[in-house]
Each structure stands twice: as structure tokens, then as C-alpha cells.
């Protein structure tokens, strides 16, 4: 509601003129609550209040839309104030904003942008995606160890607006090679003639160029930094990542894992963005290969056709065990696809984890049996030995359910996959299968069939 009021009174203040009074309004307001009210305005009204923000506000609101905001406005403006907006954004911003641009607004932007703006956005594209080097920044404060704290307050003084951060500083030698840290906060606590190199932190935490970005939010975690050194093999500093781009991807990398784990292509569009067709791109490969594999329960089922014919009652148990056994498998897997996303278990880990899933399944098993055993014999009122061997399979079917869940996501891991793609739809498929052949097996032990 308070934002509906704020943009009626944009509204309001746009369609009276009073635009010197809408500026001083908007100029009161932080840049993401402007972009949050610019984002639920009318085409018109967004691109009107983008022009009234002052020059430096503009380009700061602008990193906060979302990317079809951000393109509407680029298409709209000159080629002049395009180019400004550009310029005036951080470099790694001007980067995701270019990625989905087309090919030719690209080239354009950047034949437009200053030559310094267009060296580091050409940086930063030359890095793999999804790597340190693609996210991070080339708008630091870097200090050489030889200048007293005076001479490093006044580059900060001179480089600190165009800087993502100022907080934390990081000594160079002189091949640019990283050496220490300094914290703003001790600079203007030290004299004024002590030298950097004496004052610097020198036990430096940093991340390599390629170093996955899914590691490097890894990293933040481990040692809760707000921004981070990337370094190159030679161990020259290069750019830094700050936490804010860390929030960024670990929602895309989250998103990803949900998608993988309900058997779908990751996308990196907004749900409403994706067409039609683009959806049904994404998941109709992972629909045929699980529609697929699952004839195999078909061709179980079919082969003992025969003996179901006798023993009609052991169909209605089917789907109970189908479903209790891919709900075990399912999860056993998000556990382990969890625990090796944050690093807490590895390969070496896989027998701990075996023995640790097999006692899990052995009490889940026998507690899920008993109570089905008082259902079949009271509710369903079934013989005993059919209750028997609906129960033992049951037993069965959660210790293999279990067990796969645990030990595929690992294996994936091992050979390089994402461990997400072994998640519930692939485990249940399998389970599925084992838990009939498992079934029918000690069906024919106490049926002689």
C-alpha cells in the first residue's frame, strides 16, 4: 500500500510538471526503493522519472531494474545518454547488462562507451562464465606498500568515488602482485607518516580468475568477507567480488538446483520472460528420458502378469510401495546433493554416508512396515502372508531407495556431473523398478509362483 501511495504521487507530481520538486522527492529516496517504484510504473511514466534523476542517481537506480527495464530505457534513450548510463555504471553491472542485450545494441554501446569503460567491460568478457573473473569488478582502491598512510588517503580521496568499496584496500608490489590488506578504519587510525607496508595485513585470503563463482560464494561464506581480491595464476590482482554480487549468485545458483531437481533445463530467464516454447524446450528432453526409462517398471509389471492374474490383491500395494520408496530415495538425495553443495561431505565420505543412510533406512523401514502391517491386518484385512510380504518389501524398498539416493548424487559428483541431476525424478525412476523387482521376488518366495 505504501507503495502504491509513492507512485500515485510521482504520478501526480509528472502530470502537473512539478518536476524540480519530483527530482528533490526522488533524490530523498535510496536506489533500490526507486527502482522498485520505477519497475511498477507504466512504460512512460518509468522512462519520465529515469530522465529526471539526477546524472550519478540515474546510473545507480539503473544497476537496481530488472534486465526488460533496463533495456526499454537503453532503447529509449540517445545514443549520447545511453552511452553516459554506461559509463557511469560499475563495471561488472555494465557486463550483465550487455550479456542480454542484442549483438548489434552491444556493438554499438560499446563503439559509444569512453575507452576506459570499454577496456574493462572487454576484461571482464574474456573470463569463462560463471567464473571469479566474470563477476568480479575492476573498480578497487589499490596502494603500494611504500606510501605512508597520508599519501594512501588521499588516492582513496581520488579513486574512491569510481570504487565498489572503500572499506578494505589492497597493497601491490611493484609487479602488481598482491601482498597485503588494509582496512580503511586503520588508516585513519594510524599516524599520518607510518608506511603501508608495516601497517598491512599480510595473510590475504583470494580467489583465482576461473575459480567457479558456485566456490567462490563458498569462500565468502567460509570467511564472512563482504568483498574479496581475484587474483590471477601469477597472483597479480586483477578485480574484487563484494558480497553483493555473492547474493546475486547464490539465487541463481539455488534456482538452478530447484530447476535440476524437478528434472528441468536450467534457465537463467525469469519465469514470465520465457516463452512458451522456450519452456517446453527446457523440459521436454528430461520428460522423454524419465518417460522412457519408466517402461522399464511397465516391462516388470508385464512379466508377472501371469501371477498377478492368481494374486490380484498384490496389485493394489503397488503404488504404496512405488511411492514410499521414491519418497525415501528423494530424500536421501536433496540431504546429500545439500551437503556436497556446501562443501560438508566429499567423495572420500561415500562409506560413512552408506553406513549412516543404511541405519537411517533400517529404523525408517521397520517403523513404516509396523504400521502398515496393524493397517493391512485391521483396515484391509488381508492374509498375514500377504501383509508379511507387502511389509518386508516395504523394508527393502527403503533401504535400496535409500541407498541409490545417497550414493548417486555422490557418484555424479565424483565424475564431474552436478550432483542435482540425480534428484527425485531420476532416483524415483530407479526406485520405482527396484522396489517391483524387489516385490514380485519375495512374492514368489512365500507364493511359490
Not at 45 to 52: A, D, E, G, P, S
Not at 292 to 317: D, H, Q, R
Request: proline residues 3%; contains cysteine; charged residues 25%.
Amino acid at each position: 500500500m505504501e507503495d502504491i501511495k509513492e507512485i500515485e504521487e510521482i504520478v501526480e507530481l509528472l502530470t502537473t510538471k512539478q518536476y524540480t520538486t519530483l527530482r528533490q522527492y526522488l533524490s530523498e529516496l535510496n536506489e533500490a526503493d526507486i527502482a522498485v517504484l520505477m519497475e511498477e510504473m507504466e512504460d512512460e511514466n518509468m522512462l519520465k522519472v529515469f530522465r529526471i534523476l539526477p546524472k550519478d542517481l540515474a546510473a545507480d537506480v539503473f544497476s537496481y531494474l530488472d534486465v526488460d527495464s533496463q533495456q526499454f530505457i537503453i532503447n529509449s534513450l540517445s545514443d549520447k545518454d545511453a552511452a553516459g548510463i554506461i559509463d557511469n555504471l560499475m563495471a561488472d553491472d555494465a557486463v550483465d547488462l550487455l550479456e542480454e542485450m542484442p549483438e548489434n545494441v552491444v556493438k554499438k554501446l560499446l563503439a559509444l562507451a569512453t575507452p576506459e569503460t570499454r577496456r574493462d567491460i572487454n576484461h571482464l568478457l574474456r573470463y569463462p562464465e560463471d567464473s571469479a573473473g566474470s563477476i568480479m569488478t575492476v573498480e578497487y582502491v589499490d596502494l603500494k606498500e611504500n606510501l605512508t598512510v597520508d599519501q594512501a588517503i588521499e588516492r582513496i580521496r581520488d579513486k574512491g568515488l569510481d570504487s565498489e568499496t572503500i572499506n578494505i584496500c589492497y597493497v601491490l608490489d611493484r609487479q602488481r602482485k598482491l601482498v597485503g590488506t588494509v582496512a580503511l578504519r586503520y588508516l585513519l587510525l594510524s599516524k599520518g607518516d607510518d608506511v603501508i607496508g608495516d601497517i598491512m595485513h599480510e595473510n590475504v585470503i583470494s580467489v583465482n580468475t576461473l575459480m567457479d563463482q558456485e566456490e567462490v560464494a563458498n569462500q565468502f561464506k567460509k570467511y564472512d568477507f563482504t568483498a574479496m581480491p581475484v587474483v590471477d595464476n601469477e597472483n597479480r590482482l586483477v578485480g574484487i567480488i563484494t558480497v553483493d554480487d555473492i547474493v546475486d549468485i547464490m539465487e541463481e545458483e539455488t534456482t538452478e538446483d530447484m530447476e535440476k531437481m524437478a528434472a528441468i533445463m536450467p534457465s537463467d530467464k525469469p519465469y514470465m520472460r520465457t516463452g512458451v516454447f522456450e519452456t517446453y524446450k527446457k523440459r521436454i528432453p528430461w520428460l522423454l528420458l524419465l518417460m522412457v526409462s519408466a517402461t522399464f517398471t511397465g516391462a516388470i509389471i508385464t512379466s508377472f502378469e501371469s501371477a498377478l492374474s492368481v494374486y490380484a490383491s498384490l496389485t493394489a500395494f503397488i503404488p504404496m510401495l512405488m511411492d514410499t520408496g521414491g519418497n525415501a530415495g528423494g530424500q536421501a538425495s536433496v540431504s546429500v546433493i545439500r551437503s556436497l553443495s556446501l562443501g560438508e561431505i566429499e567423495y572420500r565420505d561415500i562409506f560413512k554416508v552408506v553406513w549412516k543412510e543404511i541405519r537411517v533406512a533400517v529404523f525408517c523401514g521397520m517403523s513404516l512396515a509396523a504400521a502398515n502391517f496393524v493397517k493391512l491386518m485391521l483396515l484391509d484385512r488381508v492374509g498375514f502372508t500377504v501383509a508379511l510380504i507387502v511389509c518386508l518389501t516395504l523394508v527393502c524398498a527403503v533401504l535400496l531407495a535409500m541407498l541409490v539416493g545417497c550414493m548417486l548424487p555422490i557418484g555424479a559428483k565424483r565424475l564431474g556431473f552436478d550432483p542435482a541431476v540425480m534428484a527425485s525424478p531420476f532416483i524415483t525412476t530407479i526406485v520405482d523398478a527396484l522396489s517391483l523387482l524387489v516385490y514380485f521376488r519375495v512374492a514368489s518366495v512365500f507364493l511359490h509362483f
